[in-house]
């Protein structure tokens, strides 16, 4: 699955994280690399510890936890702190699949990836390059959203950052572990809550077969998730 999700952060929230990004200290984002993903990825990430990641990570969980479009098709049950890189240079991250499991630095949890997302934190017309192109979806085509809109998609899929090769390329990134393991039984539920959002204010409150259908989600969601 893909799904964009638009302005998960308004665009004064976007040049209130940028105002900060633009001043930090960044490192190389290769320290945080997986052993087969060292040599594909070139680009810079803020140190998960400094006050101000902490800072970003907590606003966009704040963001993701009021979101209903994002619940809906996630259905997090778990979700990895967010981080946050950059693109310049020539910066690229090559092909390559997400880790299935995640553990989270200074604790003792970890999270499955079974959902990747990337937050846009850059206008389109501020860098060249940096599209993120994910196998299987969208027939390849590359993905380079509107500062302050989210892709959210499988993290199976094989996916790259093309090289920026002017401007900068500022994003967050991040990976949901769904109660709902199976990628197909999520995009029924998805696509089962999102009709009953759509009829429930055009039908009477206590409408039988509104009734039904919410039961039906309910029950589906019962028999398929896991705790």
Known sequence: ????????????????????????????GVKTA????????????LDDASELATSLRNHILRKLGQHSLFISAALPGKIYPPK????????????HIDSAIMPVPGTNLSVRGDLSATL??????????GELEIDGVLGGEGIKLAAGDMVLYSSGFEHRVNPVTQGARFASFFWV????????????????DQTIQKLTPKLEAGDKELLK????YHNLLRAWATT
């Open 1 to 28: 699955m893909l799904l964009i999700i638009e302005n998960l952060l308004s665009k004064d929230e976007v040049k209130q994280f940028r105002s900060h990004m633009e001043q930090a200290a960044w490192e190389p």
């Open 177 to 192: 572990e769904s109660y709902v393991r199976d990628e197909k039984q999520r995009a029924i539920l998805f696509d089962l």
């Open 213 to 216: 259908l919410t039961g039906l």
């Open 34 to 45: 997986g052993s087969l993903a060292r040599s594909a990825k070139q680009n810079l990430q």
């Open 120 to 129: 846009f934190l850059s206008e389109p017309n501020e860098y060249v390059g």
């Open 84 to 95: 946050f890189n950059c693109y310049t240079n020539g910066g690229t991250y090559g092909t």
